[in-house]
């Protein structure tokens, strides 16, 4: 099965687009997909700052591919996040956070991912990654999982990938660890074509589940895949993950 979704599923008119992926398929009773409960894209200009404000049942990947951000929280970290240093928010029962988007010459370009845990009210635990490289040259990276192998790790059934591919590259998925995992790929940046009938820019994504599929780059594009299992347990009530259908 695949079906693309256009970037016109992004919802809102500021600096963040919002993407509900159950809604923008036509999902009438969850607006996640299964673990996958919501996804922003964020370009900031120019200094801001997202006052404090709480998470409940959120676990939130903080993915930036361009800008700074100093991140403050209730955990007692105070620390700069940009392109080679990722942050987890285990956020459970209670947690909040303050973000300074500073302007060091370059916009903020980057996605916070909402994912949906595997249970409600966990401990609160923050985590950070930092990247050997910006970018992962054509070869799929695995960036956070429930596995002990990732520094990052959901509490949920949940797989986040990257890949900067070159112009003309063609790529299949990663090796998953599971078969019948439901794959969500999204055009950070770019062009490219799977399967040579679908073609996706930037903002666009493309549902797979149980199919074979090659990925054509027409230009230079940054690709992030969502791998949820929806027959694995996770709780939708969270306060930005969860449904809101």
């Not at 790529?171 to 399967?195: D, S």
């Not at 780059?217 to 992030?224: H, P, Q």
Request: glycine fraction near 6%; charge should be negative; include cysteine.
């Amino acid at each position: 099965m695949l079906q693309k979704i256009n970037a016109s599923a992004l919802l809102g008119h500021g600096p963040i687009k919002v993407f509900y992926p159950g809604m923008a398929m036509g999902d009438k009773e969850d607006s996640g997909l299964a673990s996958i409960g919501r996804i922003d894209h964020a370009v900031f200009e120019g200094n801001n700052v997202i006052a404090m404000h709480p998470h409940v049942n959120d676990e939130i990947l903080t993915y930036l591919r361009s800008g700074h951000v100093e991140h403050i929280d209730s955990e007692g970290y105070k620390k700069d996040l940009n392109n080679t240093r990722l942050m987890l928010m285990n956020a459970g029962r209670a947690f909040s956070h303050e973000e300074k988007i500073i302007d060091k010459g370059e916009p903020l370009e980057g996605l916070q991912l909402f994912i949906r845990p595997k249970t409600k009210d966990l401990k609160p635990a923050v985590t950070f990654l930092d990247l050997q490289n910006t970018f992962s040259l054509n070869q799929w990276r695995l960036i956070a999982s429930p596995e002990e192998k990732t520094t990052l790790q959901f509490s949920s059934q949940t797989y986040i990938y990257d890949v900067r591919a070159d112009t003309d590259t063609t790529l299949q998925l990663p090796k998953l660890p599971n078969e019948n995992l439901t794959c969500l790929l999204y055009v950070f940046n770019g062009a490219a074509t799977v399967n040579d009938d679908i073609s996706l820019l930037k903002k666009d994504s493309v549902l797979i589940k149980n199919e074979a599929v090659h990925i054509k780059t027409n230009e230079t594009t940054d690709l992030v895949l969502f791998v949820t299992n929806e027959d694995a347990e996770y709780f939708d009530g969270g306060m930005f993950s969860g449904n809101k259908l």
